[in-house]
């Protein structure tokens, strides 16, 4: 098995911690060479195991779960499994395209983000997806799907983990606060969620 | 029963109802969002907290989000047809459902919202032509993948053809301008002569 793309994607962390936390050591090649010729997008990750070529970090994430039968990571029943996957989808969607005016603009100094009413607008955004999960939190007592950690927990750490390190005026949310805390025994959190890098 | 929550003309509505109709179920549908609003009551909340369409009811469940919705039924009232169920099968499904999900949906919208929404002498022509032009790039990844095949993963229809298959009645009604993609429009003709899909993603584009 094998990762393609570089590790200050969050696309690519989302894999690399959910591969921690499977005890998977797939060979990893951050140069971003071949992309093109397995993905037209031109977008990491890529996942290739054996004649399998995967593209989207979630679709990827739930793969290798499926793969390694870790139901406690994705439930097998559809009702449980679909508690997951609706946070999975909305930090693929509605909260991944909250933070790209402030982020690109303040961390990636994107000439086309420089605009303070692009930035503004997106932390507006951003602060209103991040009261979201704060709700979700402080209501389950524990994680985002319920009370157990899912694949759902992985790829909403990495969004928080940006918004805790994007430099931009902040509300204090404290059961994000607290969860991430509960996070950090994890396998993998300190080496691809919190890891310095926003 | 199964209740939807969410108005017609909206492609994350169609999503749900296309993969119910498929599945042969009943659905009760309620009008929300769009000009019925109701998105931003506490109830509504309760049950979807992203204030979105569509919602979906199963008994005691509910579900948000168009793509976990389709895939609950899907695995609860559809395996072995829309469901795959081989880990490698259901990811390459999986796949086509997040590419239509983060890659095609922002684009997309940028068209059908320019032509659709916005008045003739408000349009931004240059914004919606270069949304159009990504559409169809990414449009024409989806034609090489189905080279030789009836469907996403082959044969039958599955849950992998559903959101990419639901936007591509809009992509092929507002963007005429558009290099030949036969693969792509071989299976577009298939989806056409279903009757789920007629009746619930071939409606007037409001
Ligand atoms: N929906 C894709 C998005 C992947 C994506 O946007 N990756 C970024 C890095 S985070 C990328 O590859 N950008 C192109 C580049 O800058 O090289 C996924 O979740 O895997
Ligand atoms: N990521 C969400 C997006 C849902 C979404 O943006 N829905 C639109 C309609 S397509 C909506 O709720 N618009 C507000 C409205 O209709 O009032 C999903 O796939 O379910």
Redesign the pocket.
Known sequence: MKLLGRSSSINVRKVLWTCAELGLTPAHDETDTDIRALNPKGLVPVLVDGGLVLTESNTICRYLAAREGRHDLLPETPAARAQVESWM??Q???LNTAWRGVFMGRVRNHPDFADPAVQDASIRDWTKQMRILEDRLSSTGAYAAGGDFTLADIVLALSTNRWERTPMDRPALPAIAAWMDRLSSRPGFSQHCRNGVP | MLTVW??PN????Q?VMWTAAELGLEVDRKD???P??G?DTPEYLAMNP?????TLQDGDLTI??????ARYLAAKYGAGSLWPEDPADRAKADMWMDWK?TSL?GPMTTVFWGLVRTPEAERDMAAIGAAAQTSQALYAMLDKWLAGKDFVLGDSLTIGDIPAGAMAYRFMELVKDRPSMPNLEAWYGRLTSRQAYRDHVMLPIT
Do not use: Q, T, Y
């Open positions: 989808d909305w693929a969607s509605d | 969410g108005r909206s492609i994350n509505v999503i929300v969002g769009g019925f609003g998105l992203n204030g979105r369409i569509p948000w989000e168009s793509n976990a919705c999900k949906a």
